[in-house]
């Protein structure tokens, strides 16, 4: 895809926030990302004659792990071997390369446990338990209470559910809104944060075909990679992992996804998708195209600046690829009428119901309202950012953390409750290097950027610039930090407020300055949008249970969740594509562009041309419904064995970000077989390939 | 494609008349079906670097043959050898095959000159000369004289010219109207109608994928076959024929595709656009679904009947998706608005000019009120049909040719002057079998449908049924006729009108009388459509030649044209198409199908698979301007020799009908290195090779 769950640029998505399907009649085929307490069972048993059983989806849900902040994936041995993609991996493929040794261009095995790469900040985490709790969340809140006030309060009861879920067990405990707050459910995870690096084949044997074939099939990428979980440096004996199905999958299969969908847009308002179009997209897109356009720049001053931006470049050309597809599925003829219909529609039917249209109807006029008191601050909240790729994100996060501990739980910004803390530290402190190269070249155009954008009179860029140039500013700016140092920033956390309060560092002194205006701007955005925004949310969610029951799924939270669907080609470009595509596919693609990048065989694959079997599959296709956030996730069979590694969807999926039609959406994963021959024939992998196999 | 050029269904392509292409402005990239007396020198020059002399011109169109009704092909040897496509050739080879020995599903190879099979009617025609005879036929039009004398006296002058130049040469003569009656030009064409099969892979090689991968790319056909030509029983010595290039098409290559596309119609104006997209289209795609699913019908009976109707239903699927294709563009949103803008230009610089005006300005209200008045007789020209597949045509060709034949040449129907004569015989007198009960599974629809449309009181109909239903009546004609031997219908024409007249077969007394309905229905048309539209259209043919010069090139006419353009990949399904595919390509596809229908191996294919360098290359597409008729062209680069063999277009290119865009319209065609791996490691037909490689 990458389907991996893209970093969200601030202020771009204040409106896509959770909601859920719409459901008009009958549930379309095979669409859904399932919440395991609400699985479509009654639709399964009728269409596929298959009806999971509890121990079934406990199964499922214990061997699914979340990889990460935007990826999926399983574990696939007793000995903690965890699969993923290649993509989700890549940060900490990065992350372990050096400029002697480039695992992303090169690929990595470890023979033994001894050559396995201890990974710096990578964190596992597996769903153990799910409680509905909205009956408490929504207990804060007193009839008749401010909105700002009930905002707050709401905050205040989640923080304190999670803190005490976290005290009581341990475990990581977050609560989720669900069906737009229609629900609310603490998820219990197990945590795995000692994690190291096993198996990823090259880059180009991945991601095959590169930024052109990205989001395309047929495909022929072996985009998988192998990590290995550990607990107190043993090797986690895990009593759920999912066995390997050698043949794989065929020809109209049902199968399941169960994964981490990041999110979905399918219940945005009209006046949200149009904002949408109108201003986030077209925003976003400028803002991405430019900064590849830096890191592009960056990459072709020598092969080291080249590595070190190879999974930034990787990443925005990913995103660039999604966002552009979703914008232009929002721009073609149709695509509004049609969401403007299924709204009339659900809108007649809560109108027409007398008790509902007191209750709810008023919903869709206030986030209408929300949105135009929002435009007049709409540059500040897109292009208010701070400066540099990691840097400037870290020191605001040093300042705002030592001022948050002192608040109570409740009171605190999103991000520093409690129940968040460690997972933040474990980012924060993360060894991971930081190149200031590449500080600089994005910290320079994000500066000019908002030069250009909001002037050189607007307070934030002021307290930037500080009277210089972007140039000049960042200089300045590099000369002056430590933070690249995780030590630096532990002591800097470890002395709190006082030591804070005094460091001379550049970035904490310009973080000091820009924390009051990103306060006011979060305070301002909560009291009047949020607070606005959220209870017609929670409305609009309750409408839909009123009109059209619970037989429907929430919209995606990066949260745990089954899909599930056929194996099946679909009509494409005049003709069929087929359900899969094999190596001899790959050897085609390769000789037909005259092994020109991106389409060349690594040396490696080319060399096991004679020993492969070349009608092996090697990507197929399915109708499970799928988004960013998904990469990493395994395809089960029924009997609950891998028969694929999900890793795209197709071009003609983008516009699942806001529906789902499945004559042509389709879910791209790598064939269980392909990873075997691979494993066997190009890496020589046999002891991995006997782990996963059981033999 | 097949670009074949397609049997027009009677009546709905009124108006879809030759037509000059629209230049507003510069020529866009490898635009282009340029007839060899206005070749765009400069532009080759300029854009490719490459200037084609006289004499390389003279050589390529001596060594350029037009197959049968809808082909094109070339020498390919000093021996006669002729190459075009397999689906070109499918008529023939479904002729010459039997109950007993199927060479369409089998194919075909003759080692020796004896075993070489004799094709029943196939005539090729090599364009000997071209001159411009516009005067001539200007001149027999008088200032003032009435349309309907007018268009009498146009149409005499050219059978005259004709004639005169059969008597005085032996050639076949043409009179061609260009640049929508801006230009006539008598052709003069060696005819050879001796004709043998050498060389035919099977049709499942050749026709990979069937019809869902039909106009598309990446593809992997080897749609080729070979012919010989012979004169006098001798294989005729080609003075001109083509070198085969084994290293074949490279990418970015310079390439030429000399060939005889059928009709474009880039050229309609707005009136006859909306009139093909109202009217003509949905009613053409009606008639032959309808007709498709009774040829699928037939051949679903039983093994011997599929073979009958396989190239039938070959021809209908191949029309029906290119004719949908077409539909579907002119539907898209932008297409009216863009020919509405090109010609609002166009009109806008003739208003401009006074004389001009005055001249040229009524043209599209003329063609636009004999639209108006077609109106209330579309049903009778677009349906009335005389029954069967072969034998009622072949009944009123009789009926007319006889009466024709006893006026003089000026003054007969179209399709029998005397210069048409021979071939018309050829075709007449054709020993091809006839099959009884496909001709009665057609009929019957046709009297169903004629009755559905027309009703039971329409004349025609009458005339048809005589009383019964289309059952009885087809099974009544069907009882009485002798018209599948080609020994009685020579009997009959050499009878002349008595012995017509006399005759008691079923056909023949139906034609007797369909015919004054057909001649009334061809005298209206001629009187109150051709006689208004044809003057109109030479008034805009002529007013394109004073507003944008003749730096442009005629609507397809299906007379020689060359096209150009580079071997280019293109952007397709948010990724790249390459420039070529390979054997590769052929294995993935069947395996990705699991060696389903129509995606499996030959038996041949599949046994041959290590013997195979994989990496050969099997198609390609080039930027080449061409459209159905252009199948079998060959592809030759700026030596002159034979890198591939023009076969389709992509789906891209279906809108290529109505303007060219060469962003994603591209041509596909065999590399003739495939040609060449096929011959001698598939189908052992070395000797072939060496024949065509000159070695």
């Given amino acids: 895809m990458k389907k991996i769950k893209g970093r969200r640029l601030p202020g771009i998505f204040l409106f896509a926030a959770a909601a859920i399907m719409l459901l008009t009649g009958a549930l379309p085929a095979d669409e859904g990302m399932w919440t395991l307490d609400n699985m479509p069972l009654q639709q399964l048993k009728e269409k596929y004659g298959f009806e999971p059983t509890a121990a079934w989806l406990e199964h499922i849900r214990l061997a699914s792990v979340r990889v990460g902040d935007g990826g999926s994936g399983s574990f696939v041995s007793p ?22 040794k480039n695992y992303v261009n090169d690929g990595f095995y470890a023979a033994t446990a001894a050559e396995e790469l201890p990974c710096p900040d990578l964190e596992l985490n597996v769903l153990i338990s799910m409680e509905n709790v909205t009956a408490r969340v929504l207990a804060a809140v007193r009839k008749g209470m401010d909105p700002v006030k009930a905002l707050e309060a709401k905050k205040a009861a989640i923080a304190g559910i999670e803190r005490l879920s976290l005290k009581k067990t341990g475990l990581r405990s ?8 229609g629900e609310y459910w603490l998820y219990r995870y197990k945590k795995y944060t000692e994690v190291k690096l096993v198996f990823a084949p090259e880059q180009q044997a991945a991601f095959y075909g590169g930024d052109p074939d990205n989001f395309t099939y047929p495909r022929h990428d072996l985009d998988m990679a192998l990590f290995r979980a550990y607990e107190k440096g043993k090797p986690v004996k895990a009593a759920h992992y999912l066995k390997w199905s050698a043949a794989g999958a065929a020809e109209g299969e049902l199968v399941f996804i169960p994964g981490h969908p990041g999110s979905t847009n399918r219940l945005l308002t009209l006046a949200q998708l149009q904002f949408q179009r109108e201003y986030a997209y ?14 592009k720049k960056y990459a072709a001053k020598g092969p080291e600046e080249a590595r070190q931006a190879a999974g930034m470049i990787f990443g925005i050309e990913n995103g660039l690829k999604a966002s552009g597809g979703e914008y232009d599925g929002m721009k073609a003829p149709g695509f509004m009428e049609k969401k403007a219909a299924a709204e009339a529609e659900f809108r007649k039917m809560i109108d027409a119901n007398p008790q509902w249209q007191a209750e709810y109807a008023g919903a869709w006029e206030q986030i209408a309202g929300a949105i135009e008191k929002m435009k007049p601050r709409i540059k500040e909240l897109s292009y208010r950012r701070v400066p540099g790729l990691r840097l400037g994100g870290i020191a605001l996060q040093i300042v705002q953390l030592v ?5 109570p739980d409740g009171k605190r910004l999103d991000g520093y409750h409690t129940a968040e803390l460690d997972s933040l530290r474990f980012r924060l402190f993360s060894p991971a290097p930081i190149y200031p190269g590449m500080e600089e070249a994005i910290a320079v155009d994000s500066l000019q950027l908002m030069l250009e954008e909001l002037g050189a009179d607007d307070p934030y860029v002021k307290a930037c610039l500080d009277g210089k140039t972007p140039e000049e500013a960042v200089k300045v700016l590099l000369a002056g930090t430590q933070l690249a140092d995780p030590a630096v920033r532990r002591q800097l956390v470890e002395g709190g407020e006082a030591a804070v309060a005094k460091s001379t560092d550049s970035f904490i002194v310009l973080a000091r ?43 995606a939270t990066f949260t745990l969740r089954i899909s599930y669907g056929a194996v099946k080609g679909y009509p494409m470009n005049g003709t069929l594509a087929p359900y899969k595509t094999t190596f001899y596919g790959l050897y085609d ?8 990048s991106p389409f060349h065989l690594p040396q490696r694959v080319a060399d096991a041309r004679d020993k492969l079997d070349l009608a092996t ?19 089960v069979n029924a009997a609950g064995e891998v028969v694929g590694l999900v890793f795209d969807g197709n071009v003609e999926s983008f516009v699942g970000r806001f529906f789902y039609d499945d004559t042509a959406n389709r879910t791209v994963s790598v064939h269980s077989a392909a990873m075997i021959e691979a494993m066997k024939k190009i890496y020589g992998a046999e002891k991995l390939v006997q782990e996963i196999l059981g033999q």
Wanted: charged share 25%; proline share 6%.
């Fill in 79 to 100: 000995n903690g071997l965890v699969l993923t993609n290649h993509h989700v991996a890549l940060g900490q493929l990065q992350k372990v390369s050096t400029p002697q």
């Fill in 174 to 181: 977050d609560v989720v809104s669900l069906y737009q707050g």
């Fill in 282 to 295: 077209p925003t976003r897109l400028k803002s991405m195209k430019r900064m590849l356009a830096v890191a």
């Fill in 403 to 407: 001022a948050e501990l002192q608040k």
């Fill in 513 to 555: 300055k820009l924390d009051p205006l990103v306060r006011e701007m979060r305070k301002w955005q909560e009291d009047n949008i949020e607070s606005i925004t959220r209870p017609a949310g929670e409305k609009i969610g309750q409408a839909r249970f009123a009109a059209y029951g619970k037989n429907a799924y929430p919209d």
């Fill in 589 to 596: 693609r390769a000789a037909s562009f005259d092994n020109k």
């Fill in 617 to 635: 599959p090697l990507n197929f296709v399915c109708t499970g419904d799928i988004i960013g956030g998904n990469s990493g996730s395994p395809v």
